[in-house]
């Protein structure tokens, strides 16, 4: 097989990341796949971009040309990308020195669509006892429930995932008004949302885990608190819900079904063994499981009433611009 070349899209929006914008382009730089391209797209921050744009003149530095939020910056990153694959890697995290090698192993099955990888936290502080890594995906990492080595899955982890461009010509753009955007609320899901699009326009295409193709992410000491924990739970729901009423709730719900029936009764238990051999905390992180499930039922609930809200409501219909997923992608892709 040829060998593929890959462009890697980090997008920054803060001056505030700046030594990790810097390590995470490192990180790329020292693959031992070297990268066709490192794109680096600012999110409507002209500071940030003329800094940047003069402190790394071998990266492509963009400026978000879509709307603000990460899924305007993938878009603008995939717009302006060359190599046959699309990484996406997070602005605080780090790429272990074998990272593309090992998602680009999986393009070796034609079959296969996009190649995610594992999410390591790396704590600024240290992981809070109550914690449960059931829930590490309210940190952006892996998480008890997903696979733990090589196999297909759903969709992929949005900070750490890789796609053949072409793709994008089937499935269309990441959807916009969903994801990290300039509100403060911490949503999520645009890459949720893109794979299952992608696997209903293109059934036959492998979304692939890779365990090998880890990536270390920042974990700051804000977000180690449980007031973040509770809030990122319940803006998870609301991401849900929007997904769900984009895909359908049969393919946007099928994953989360596993892992609610699975995973959580079982670190639950977990949890309370914990405590029965003596380590207490585990008491905290049985009842951070339930609350973490409460708060993201509770936030799908509401984001579901919301959308029900809005498809009924004339008023709303006119205000609501809809999202074009397929715009620009036949020429951005040719």
């Known amino acids: 097989m040829t ?39 600012v999110d409507h921050n002209p500071v940030l971009f003329d800094r940047l744009a003069a402190a790394v003149p071998d ?18 990153g995939i717009a302006s990308a060359t190599g046959e694959i699309v990484a996406f890697l997070d602005d605080d995290a780090t790429a ?11 393009y070796a099955d034609r079959a296969v669509a996009g190649v995610g990888g594992l999410t390591l936290p790396k704590w600024e502080t240290q992981r809070p006892p109550w914690f449960p890594e059931e829930f590490d995906w309210t ?80 974990v700051p000491a804000a977000r180690c608190e449980f007031s973040y924990f509770r809030s990122r739970c319940f803006a998870e729901g609301l991401s849900k819900a929007q997904v769900t009423a984009s895909v359908g709730p049969a393919d946007g719900l099928s994953s989360e079904r596993r892992y609610v029936s699975s995973a959580l009764p079982r670190g639950v238990v977990r949890g309370l ?17 339930v609350i973490g499930l409460a708060a993201t039922a509770f936030g799908y609930a509401r984001g579901w009433c ?14 609501e611009a809809p999202v074009d997923t397929d715009a620009a992608v036949g020429r951005e892709t040719a």
């Open 3 to 41: 060998e593929l070349e890959v462009s890697v899209v980090i997008c920054a929006y803060t001056e505030r990341r700046w030594a990790e914008i810097h390590a995470a382009v490192e990180s790329v730089r020292r693959q031992t796949v070297q990268a066709k391209e490192i794109i680096l797209v």
């Open 59 to 76: 990266v492509t530095v963009l400026e978000n040309s879509s709307e603000r939020g990460l899924s305007g910056g993938k878009n603008t």
């Open 306 to 319: 919301s959308t029900r809200w809005r498809r009924l409501d004339p008023r709303a219909a006119l205000t």
């Open 96 to 106: 272990d020195p074998n990272w593309l090698k090992y998602l680009l192993d999986g």
């Open 139 to 218: 940190v952006g990492c892996t998480y008890i429930g997903m696979p733990k080595s090589r196999a297909p899955v759903r969709n992929l982890m949005g900070g750490n995932a890789s796609f053949r461009r072409e793709v994008f010509g089937i499935a269309g753009l990441f959807q916009t008004g969903i994801g990290r955007s300039a509100s403060k609320r911490p949503l999520g899901c645009e890459e949720t949302e893109f794979c299952i699009r992608l696997l209903q326009r293109s059934p036959r295409s492998v979304l692939l885990f890779d365990d090998r193709a880890a990536i270390q992410h920042l």
């Open 273 to 289: 063994a914990d405590a029965l051999r003596g380590d207490l905390w585990g008491l905290g992180r049985a009842g951070a499981i």
